[in-house]
C-alpha cells in the first residue's frame, strides 16, 4: 500500500452543540491497485498525541474468484493476537460476545463467500456482559490481515457485585407491567380459501392470502421504561432530559404538562429549557416543533436571521410549507395551526377535498370551507375534540394546544 491522503482533525461533540473536545487525530488513506486495475484502500485513524489505534476500514473491488485462504480459526487467532499484542489488559476483561462472529457461516475457508470475518469482544464483569465497552476487529479472507477494528469504551465506569439479584421471572413480571393491553380488532393473515367463489376474483390477482379482522388483545410498550433494577426489582424509566432529552422549568400547572413532557422524552420540542406553554403560536414555532420530530432542535427565542433561515430552508425541503408561505411571525389561529400539522403528516391534499366531510363540532355550521376538511380529519384522527364542543378555527393558538395535538396525532392509533 501507498499513502495517498493524510489529514488531521479536532473532534467536536455534537451533544455540545459542536464544540471542540481537545482531542486531535490523524487519518491516513492508503492505497495500491491490484492486477486487474481494481483499487483497494484501508483507512487508519490515529490519536495524534499518542499514536494509539482508534478505527480502520478497508475497502476494495468486489471478485468472487479471488481465492479465499484464511479460515474461522485461523481469523481467530490472528484477531486475538492482535488485540492482546495492543491492547492486552483492556482485552484481558473481554469475550467473545458474537458466537456467530462471522459473515459467510462456520464452512471452510475455500467454501466462504465473504471477504471478511468479522469478530465482537465485550467486557465481562461478574460474568455478565457490558457491550458499551468492545472491540470489533474484521479479519481478511483473502489474506488474513487485520481489515477493520473499532474501539467502543465508556471509560470510568464502576461495576456493583452481583449478589441478591431478583429472578428473571420477576424482572419480567415487572417489565410487562408497564404495558397497556387494550381489546382491539387486529388483521390477521387468513389463506385464501379457493373453493370460497367470493375469494376467486382475488386468486385472480395472484393473491394467496388476506387480511381478517379478528378481534384480540395487543400489548403497547412504555417507551420510556429501559429495564428492571436487578437489585430491587424496580422499573428504570428515562427521565426527561437524559440522553439529550428536553426539559422546562415552565410547566407546572400547565393543563398540557403531562403531553408536553412526554414529547420532550422523544426530542420534540424546543431547546432552551423554557417553552412557555401559554404564548400564542407564531408560524415559526410551529414549524420549530414540526422539525424537531424529524430530529431537529431549535430554541425558538433565538429563531432570527441565519437561524430562522435555516429553520425555513429545511422546512422547505420537507414539503412543511412554500417559501410563498412564510410568515416568522404571524400569530396562528387554530384552523391554521390544524391545517399546518396535516399538511406535514400528508394528509393535506384529501384535506382539500370538498363536500365529502362531516364532523360534530358545535360550530360545524361555521367553520371555513377551507378548514372543513381539515377539523373533520382532526376530529377523526384524535388531534383535537374541540374547545367546549367547538373547532374555534379563527381563535389564537397557544404553544400548548399545538403541543397537544402533535402529541394526539402521534398517539393515534
Known amino acids: 500500500y501507498t499513502l495517498a491522503e493524510s489529514r488531521f482533525y479536532l473532534e467536536t461533540a455534537i451533544a455540545d452543540g459542536g464544540t471542540d473536545t481537545g482531542d486531535v487525530f490523524a487519518q491516513l488513506t492508503y492505497g495500491k491497485q491490484d492486477g486487474e486495475g481494481g483499487i483497494w484502500q484501508k483507512c487508519v485513524t490515529v ?14 473491488p468486489w471478485n468472487e474468484t479471488l481465492p479465499r485462504t484464511v479460515d474461522r480459526t485461523a481469523a481467530r487467532e490472528k484477531a486475538e493476537a492482535f488485540l492482546t499484542r495492543y491492547w492486552g489488559e483492556d482485552f484481558a476483561r473481554c469475550a467473545d460476545y458474537d458466537n456467530s462472529a462471522l459473515y459467510g457461516g462456520d464452512v471452510p475457508a475455500e467454501d466462504v463467500t465473504t471477504t471478511e470475518w468479522y469478530f465482537i469482544y465485550a467486557r465481562q464483569e461478574n460474568g455478565y456482559f457490558f457491550p458499551d465497552d468492545q472491540f470489533s476487529v474484521s479479519i481478511s479472507a483473502l489474506d488474513g490481515s487485520v481489515s477493520g477494528f473499532q474501539r467502543r469504551e465508556i471509560p470510568g465506569v464502576t461495576f456493583e457485585s452481583a449478589e441478591g439479584l431478583v429472578s428473571a421471572s420477576d424482572a419480567l413480571d415487572a417489565w410487562f407491567g408497564t404495558f397497556t393491553v387494550d381489546l382491539g380488532y387486529l388483521a390477521v393473515p387468513v389463506e385464501l380459501d379457493l373453493s370460497r367463489p367470493e375469494y376467486q376474483p382475488l386468486a385472480a390477482l395472484g393473491w394467496n392470502w388476506f387480511s381478517a379482522l379478528e378481534l384480540g388483545w395487543s400489548l403497547t410498550p412504555d417507551y420510556d421504561v429501559q429495564g428492571v433494577d436487578a437489585k430491587t426489582g424496580q422499573v428504570i424509566r428515562s427521565e426527561p432530559g437524559s440522553w439529550g432529552g428536553l426539559a ?14 412526554t414529547l ?17 403560536l407564531v408560524q415559526k414555532d410551529m414549524v420549530a416543533l414540526l422539525l424537531s420530530m424529524q430530529g431537529y432542535r431549535y430554541d425558538p427565542e433565538d429563531l432570527e436571521g441565519a437561524q430562522a433561515d435555516d429553520l425555513y430552508r429545511s422546512a422547505y425541503r420537507m414539503g412543511i410549507l412554500t417559501p410563498e408561505a412564510r410568515s416568522d411571525d404571524k400569530i396562528l389561529t387554530r384552523g391554521e395551526t390544524v391545517k399546518l400539522l396535516l399538511d406535514s403528516a400528508g394528509y393535506g391534499p384529501i384535506a382539500r377535498f370538498q363536500g365529502i366531510y362531516r364532523c360534530s363540532y358545535a360550530d360545524e355550521a361555521s367553520i371555513p370551507a377551507a378548514y372543513y376538511g381539515y377539523a373533520a380529519l382532526a376530529q377523526g384522527l384524535g388531534v383535537i375534540q374541540g374547545d367546549g364542543g367547538a373547532f374555534a378555527a379563527g381563535r389564537t ?5 399545538a403541543a397537544a395535538m402533535i402529541y394526539n396525532l402521534l398517539s393515534y392509533r
Open 47 to 60: 490519536d495524534a498525541r499518542t499514536g494509539e489505534l482508534e478505527s480502520l476500514w478497508s475497502g476494495g
Open 248 to 261: 422546562y422549568d415552565d410547566l407546572e400547572g400547565s393543563w398540557a404538562q403531562t403531553q408536553i413532557e
Open 264 to 280: 420532550a422524552r422523544y426530542q420534540v420540542g424546543f431547546d432552551g429549557g423554557s417553552f412557555a406553554p401559554g404564548k400564542a
Open 397 to 401: 393558538a397557544t404553544r400548548a394546544e
